[in-house]
């Protein structure tokens, strides 16, 4: 296979009327500074290390063919070669360069215009050149997405899992993505699937393309690599990745042996979640959002075979050339990525617990305003002050559901058990809460317990108003924890009427003194 590649110099950003971003603040970023403030700047954001976001390393080995830019939702433009995005319409009779024009619509034609999405690529050769799709052998038998009572099965029981070892045989990220569990269909475009993945080497003359819905990559150990339509994307634990129904991709494991998170909504797509009486800042920032700029390959590859997710069956057509042909593109439906320890946390100041919402980083909606389909919420690094409160998150009884996964360090409800790789769900209505050693060691503290930073973590939770169906490869593997109700049995009652004797409670559920006669 013999390529001529390039990363595009010249970007630029038009920023919708729905999201005002300053223009210098959304500069092209790259591995060639242009001053002593941007190098450190940019050694910083291309630090990686294994258990840390970008923003927290020094280390500066992102290669050089890396350039990104910046926002949420803005109509971006990026061309590898300048002048080969055509001036004043979108397919002239002839495109600059002898290109083909080709625009992939990730939203009705006729979406309300503040939700439709879509962009026009610009490529050597067209997508559509390839033979026709064949089912792929072998199948992969692990992936769903139309849950029912033929492929899954409900457990309103509190489930954990344990880090899933990586295998030693060759596996890339296609073979080591596995569904957990899941709701609705991606033939009716309504629901959500929750998947897994383990792998240890890279794809190789291949690309993955998902009918079915976007992915939303949580990378627990080692790097992702990821050449997308749209150009590339290093991914580092602490990251997460979003990759639009439709685009081909390709995920290299440039650290060896990998494993993370996958959550893939039908029919939807993720967006910032509304502030409401927060005002205009906090949680994620449109500026923080990470997207590709064009990169191409002129290559030519015998027996390149595209992989396509469709209705959870995966299919194979071959072609002789790389689908990374895109010299240049538009659009707001693009690939992006978003750095964790970017996120502004906000919480309560005084006393009491605001509800985990208040950690949503995206959302994907239902028609029913508040009502998600799938949040995306992380528990980061931060401040617990609530005075005379129990700090850790309350027990709870919940009509949405959650699965949970810890990238790094410690959750603060689970004292024991809950690993790195590890994951939990807490289906609808299922209780949960902190464990007998998170609460004893919280109630030992006493009233008179100071500010603490929670430090070295990052958890999140996936979490759907639909009622998650199991896979029986997940209820039958041997990483899941059958103990896991124990942390909870040795929860003991604290209840003691003698202790109330000298204090009642008025009708307010205020607790007042009476005195001694």
């Not at 001036?87 to 939700?115: D, H, M, W």
């Not at 309560?348 to 919420?377: E, M, Q, R, W, Y």
């Not at 401040?383 to 949405?400: G, I, K, Q």
Request: with cysteine; aromatic share 12%; glycine share 8%.
């Amino acid at each position: 296979m013999t390529c001529r590649s390039m990363i595009g110099w010249s970007v630029v950003i038009c920023i919708s009327a729905s999201q005002v971003i300053e223009t210098s603040s959304l500069a092209l970023w790259s591995g060639l500074p242009r001053n002593s403030e941007e190098a450190h700047s940019e050694s910083v954001l291309s630090g990686i290390m294994d258990g840390q976001s970008v923003s927290e390393s020094n280390g500066s080995d992102l290669p050089e063919d890396l350039r990104y830019q910046f926002g949420f939702g803005n109509h971006f433009s990026s061309e590898a070669i300048a002048g080969a995005l055509p001036r004043g319409q979108n397919n002239p009779l002839v495109c600059p360069f002898g290109l083909y024009a080709e625009q992939i619509s990730g939203t009705p034609f006729t979406a309300p215009r503040k939700q439709n999405q879509f962009s026009w690529l610009y490529r050597i050769k067209p997508s559509v050149t390839h033979e026709p799709f064949k089912p792929r052998v072998p199948s992969h038998g692990k992936l769903v997405s139309e849950f029912s009572q033929s492929n899954s099965s409900t457990n309103p029981t509190q489930l954990r899992w344990k880090p899933v070892e990586i295998p030693d045989s060759p596996t890339d990220f296609i073979d080591g993505l596995y569904t957990v569990c899941g709701a609705g269909s991606s033939f009716l475009r309504h629901g959500y699937a929750i998947h897994m993945y383990t792998a240890n080497k890279s794809m190789d003359n291949c690309a993955f393309c998902n009918a079915d819905g976007d992915f939303l990559i949580v990378p627990q150990k080692g790097r992702l690599s990821i050449t997308t339509e749209c150009g590339k994307l290093l991914v580092s634990p602490g990251e997460i990745v979003v990759l639009p129904q439709g685009f081909r991709f390709v995920v290299n494991l440039p650290d060896g042996p990998s494993r993370g998170y996958v959550a893939e909504i039908f029919g939807a797509h993720f967006q910032l979640p509304d502030l409401g009486p927060i005002g205009a800042n906090g949680l994620a920032s449109p500026r923080d959002f990470i997207v590709p700029v064009a990169w191409y390959e002129e290559c030519s590859c015998p027996g390149y075979t595209i992989v396509q997710k469709f209705g959870g069956q995966l299919f194979t057509a071959k072609q002789d050339f790389s689908p990374f042909n895109v010299v240049a593109w538009h659009g707001n439906y693009v690939p992006y990525k978003y750095d964790l320890s970017k996120f502004c946390p906000v919480n309560t100041v005084l006393k009491d617990h605001a509800d985990p919402s208040i950690n949503t980083v995206l959302t994907a909606p239902t028609d029913k305003p508040g009502v998600a389909l799938l949040d995306f919420a992380i528990f980061p690094p931060r401040w617990l002050v609530a005075e005379h409160t129990f700090r850790p998150p309350y027990y709870h009884r919940n009509c949405m559901s959650e699965f949970m996964g810890l990238i790094f360090g410690e959750y603060e409800a689970k004292a024991d058990g809950f690993l790195p790789g590890g994951a939990s769900l807490h289906s609808c209505m299922t209780p949960h809460g902190p464990d007998t050693k998170t609460f004893e060691a919280t109630i030992a503290r006493g009233e008179d317990a100071k500010p603490f930073r929670i430090t070295n973590t990052m958890a999140f939770m996936f979490e759907s108003c639909l009622m998650p169906r199991i896979c029986p490869w997940a209820m039958e593997s041997p990483s899941i924890d059958h103990d896991y109700y124990q942390c909870w049995v040795g929860l003991r009652s604290h209840f003691s009427p003698e202790k109330a004797e000298n204090s009642r409670m008025d009708p307010r559920g205020l607790h007042f003194k009476v005195p001694f006669i």
